[in-house]
C-alpha cells in the first residue's frame, strides 16, 4: 500500500507535529486529577492509542507530553527517534523491523523528554501506533517554536534546526 491508500483506509488527518493520525483506543476507566501528578491538570482516560503515519517529506517535529508514549512499528521505512531529556541530554532510537540491526520494533519515550522522529528511506513512509497512559490531552501536549528549544538546548540547535517548523 501507498502512504496515500494508508491514509484513506484509515481515516487519517494532520497532526499538528507532523504527519497523519487517528485517535484508534481511549479507554473508559478515568483516572480523576488529584490522583495525577501536579503537571497534570483535569482528569484522563487510563490509555489512549492513535495510528500514525509520516513520510519521507514530513516529519514530526520536537514536540513534549506529560506521559510515557510506547511507539510500535507497523509497516515501511525505519524511523529515527530523536530526544533529548529534561537535563538536555540528547540520544536517538531506529524504530523498526530489522531486528539484525538492532532497530526496535516498540519503544518508549519518557515523560517530559522532548522528542521527534524522521524516516530514514527517501520516497517512503512509516506506519507506527503510538499509546500514551495516562491518556493523552492536548493540554499535554508542547510545541516549542525553534528559538524557543534552541535557548534550552543550544547545544543541539542543528537537531532543533532541522526537526521544528518555525
Known amino acids: ?3 496515500k491508500q494508508i491514509i484513506a483506509k484509515f481515516n487519517l488527518t494532520e497532526h499538528p507535529e507532523g ?3 487517528k485517535e484508534t483506543y481511549r479507554s473508559n476507566g478515568i483516572i480523576q486529577n488529584e490522583h495525577l501528578s501536579p503537571e497534570f491538570v483535569g482528569d484522563r482516560n487510563y490509555a489512549t492509542c492513535i495510528y500514525f503515519l509520516l513520510t519521507s517529506n514530513k516529519f514530526s517535529a520536537f514536540h513534549k507530553i506529560n506521559q510515557d508514549e510506547i511507539w510500535h512499528f507497523y509497516k515501511g521505512s525505519s524511523l529515527k ?4 531529556s529534561p537535563e ?3 540520544s536517538l532510537v531506529i524504530i523498526g523491523n530489522n531486528l539484525e540491526q538492532d532497530e526496535q520494533p516498540q519503544f518508549v519515550v519518557p515523560a517530559g523528554f ?3 522522529a524522521e524516516i530514514l528511506k ?3 513512509y512509516t506506519f507506527t501506533g503510538c499509546t500514551v497512559a495516562p491518556g493523552f490531552d492536548f493540554k499535554d501536549f508542547v510545541l516549542p517554536k525553534r528559538k524557543e528549544l534552541i535557548q534550552l538546548f543550544p547545544q543541539h540547535s542543528k537537531i532543533i534546526t532541522k526537526l521544528t517548523h518555525h
Open 88 to 90: 538536555g541530554d540528547y
Open 1 to 3: 500500500m501507498t502512504a
Open 81 to 84: 527517534l530523536h530526544m533529548i
Open 114 to 116: 522532548w522528542f521527534a
Open 19 to 21: 504527519g497523519y493520525y
Open 122 to 124: 527517501e520516497n517512503s
